[in-house]
């Protein structure tokens, strides 16, 4: 995911992201493409809510991102502390990815390129097929 798209999920979601925002190679915890960034920001506010009005005070510092990736061609959202309210917004945010190009966030389907599963549109599949390994 590109820089500016990282610092604006760390400015806009502090209490997901302050574990790995206080590494020193604070952006290495998220390996997904651009196209899945409306999914994770929609789904850090819900989470975010979540928090702020249901989760006690005491233990929001256990509550964090620990890692974002692709997997199958899919987001995997890794979370330290969760609910069954939590758990259920990231499953579904997780299905949304299965539909949307991990690098342009258009409509897509799971592909094989060269051996790797993943989500992308026809456009996205071309260019990943013609890329040198």
Known sequence: MKQELLDQLYKDYPVLFIKISQKNSPYGEVYVGDGWYSVIDTLCAVLTEHIMMVIPQEIHEQVFISLIKEKFGTMRFHINHWDDFMMGAITMAEAQSGDLCEECGSVARLKNVKGWYRTLCEE??????????
């Open 124 to 133: 996205d599949f071309v260019k990943a097929m013609e890329a040198k390994r």
